[in-house]
Nanobody, 128 residues
Framework: QVQLVESGGGLVQAGGSLRLSCAAS????????IGWFRQAPGKEREGVSC????????YYPDSVKGRFAISRDNAKNTVYLEMNSLKPEDTAVYLC?????????????????????WGQGTQVTVSS
């Protein structure tokens, strides 16, 4: 049974930092890319980062580039999202998702792909 479990969310003041974790079980991550997405009330789901588990290559949209950093610990089957300089508009439920990729690689905009597995999400609230 595939499971993705997010943790690390919480309440933080604007300008602060949080590190989210996505722990995966039931799948061989080497063949996957892991994406982080966020869903705010009344807004469309937005992808904020993606990492290839096989080679560590990453992708970020302009909205978070320079503030967010995604990384992985293959030994722990865990992907992290380090979020810095947080803004109130970063408030959302953050979800991680896994997508099977050819050779575990990412290309183009992997945040537009159809992801195979999703976690339940963790709430991030940034106060002004």
């Amino acid at each position: 049974q595939v499971q993705l479990v997010e943790s690390g969310g919480g309440l933080v003041q604007a300008g602060g930092s949080l590190r989210l974790s996505c722990a995966a079980s039931g799948l061989t991550l080497d063949y996957y890319a892991i994406g982080w997405f966020r869903q705010a009330p009344g807004k469309e789901r937005e992808g904020v980062s993606c990492i290839s588990i096989s080679d560590g290559s990453t992708y970020y949209p302009d909205s978070v580039k320079g503030r967010f950093a995604i990384s992985r610990d293959n030994a722990k089957n865990t992907v992290y999202l380090e979020m810095n300089s947080l803004k109130p508009e970063d408030t959302a439920v953050y979800l991680c998702a896994a997508v099977l990729t050819l050779g575990g690689m990412i290309a183009g905009n992997p945040l537009t792909w159809d992801y195979d597995y999703w976690g339940q999400g963790t709430q991030v609230t940034v106060s002004s």
